[in-house]
């Protein structure tokens, strides 16, 4: 898994995917949703910590989906920063940087290795255990774990810290990414029907909340796991959902090409 990671407002109750919530969160969910990342990020004025923080968060998710938007994410990311003053803030931009700074270095744009390690590491010591920003933390650890160190026993157990946590405050979409990268170390040790059902539950979410930028790989994923015609049938539907947002995410396309690739990308 390389690309897919998750940003710092997900799917809980207020940020937009639940009946009642904020008609602004709404609005950006959506567009978030579909791949609109600069149009959410214009709904968004950056006068309050929160606010910069939410906008940064998406530019720096576009960065990571398209590989490009590099500076904008940069210029809000330091907003971000400056309006910050308390802990829990301070935190969440922390894991913000350490998130763009793993995603320049996964897409190649420049070795930021260290500076995501030490970001993540600020962050860690900003928010305790058992917050609510923590298993996003323990998330992002993972991933630099699995595809920075190539430590895949350290990445499992970050996972399993930010399964535990998301389940716990109720974060569907980080839960849809917990499932995801799970199965795809289970695929990678050839423990099938472990791997089945983590891709299974992941899109099953996905396509609940109506995250259709992150449906795509859901449905590759899953086909990576399963045996043919429905391998062929469920990247048939990944390919023409990746065709309808235009090529999103980009890393999809390696892995759609055929033959198709025998792991999961992200």
Not at 86 to 99: H, L, P, Q, V
């Given at each position: 898994?390389?690309?897919?990671?998750?940003?710092?407002?997900?799917?809980?109750?207020?940020?937009?995917?639940?009946?009642g919530d904020d008609p602004l969160q709404t609005a950006v969910w959506r567009l978030r949703s579909?791949?609109?990342?600069?149009?959410?990020?214009?709904?968004?004025?950056?006068?309050?910590?929160?606010?910069?923080?939410?906008?940064?968060?998406?530019?720096?998710?576009?960065?990571?989906?398209?590989?490009?938007?590099?500076?904008?994410?940069?210029?809000?990311?330091?907003?971000?920063?400056?309006?910050?003053?308390?802990?829990?803030?301070?935190?969440?931009?922390?894991?913000?940087?350490?998130?763009?700074?793993?995603?320049?270095?996964?897409?190649?744009?420049?070795?930021?290795?260290?500076?995501?390690?030490?970001?993540?590491?600020?962050?860690?010591?900003?928010?305790?255990?058992?917050?609510?920003?923590?298993?996003?933390?323990?998330?992002?650890?993972?991933?630099?774990?699995?595809?920075?160190?190539?430590?895949?026993?350290?990445?499992?157990?970050?996972?399993?810290?930010?399964?535990?946590?998301?389940?716990?405050?109720?974060?569907?979409?980080?839960?849809?990414?917990?499932?995801?990268?799970?199965?795809?170390?289970?695929?990678?040790?050839?423990?099938?029907?472990?791997?089945?059902?983590?891709?299974?539950?992941?899109?099953?979410?996905?396509?609940?909340?109506?995250?259709?930028?992150?449906?795509?790989?859901?449905?590759?994923?899953?086909?990576?796991?399963?045996?043919?015609?429905?391998?062929?049938?469920?990247?048939?539907?990944?390919?023409?959902?990746?065709?309808?947002?235009?090529?999103?995410?980009?890393?999809?396309?390696?892995?759609?090409?055929?033959?198709?690739?025998?792991?999961?990308?992200?």
């Open positions: 898994m390389l690309g897919e990671g998750n940003v710092a407002h997900t799917a809980m109750s207020g940020n937009g995917t639940t009946a579909r791949a609109c990342w600069a149009d959410a990020a214009a709904l968004l004025e950056p006068r309050t910590a929160d606010a910069a923080l939410q906008r940064a968060a998406l530019l720096v998710e576009r960065c990571l989906y398209t590989e490009q938007g590099w500076e904008e994410a940069e210029d809000a990311l330091r907003t971000a920063e400056a309006l910050a003053h308390t802990d829990d803030e301070r935190g969440a931009a922390a894991c913000e940087r350490g998130y763009l700074a793993y995603a320049a270095t996964l897409m190649g744009v420049r070795d930021r290795a260290d500076e995501a390690r030490a970001a993540l590491g600020r962050t860690a010591a900003l928010i305790p255990p058992g917050a609510a920003g923590r298993p996003l933390l323990d998330f992002r650890r993972g991933l630099v774990a699995q595809n920075l160190a190539d430590a895949p026993q350290a990445a499992r157990a970050a996972f399993r810290r930010a399964h535990a946590g998301a389940t716990a405050h109720g974060d569907l979409l980080l839960l849809s990414f917990t499932w995801r990268h799970l199965a795809g170390l289970a695929l990678r040790e050839g423990e099938l029907a472990e791997a089945r059902h983590g891709f299974a539950e992941s899109l099953r979410i996905r396509e609940e909340l109506g995250y259709l930028v992150g449906t795509a790989p859901a449905l590759a994923s899953l086909a990576d796991a399963e045996a043919e015609p429905e391998a062929s049938r469920l990247r048939e539907e990944a390919r023409r959902l990746f065709q309808l947002l235009g090529g999103v995410p980009t890393w999809l396309a390696r892995q759609l090409s055929p033959p198709a690739a025998g792991a999961a990308t992200a």
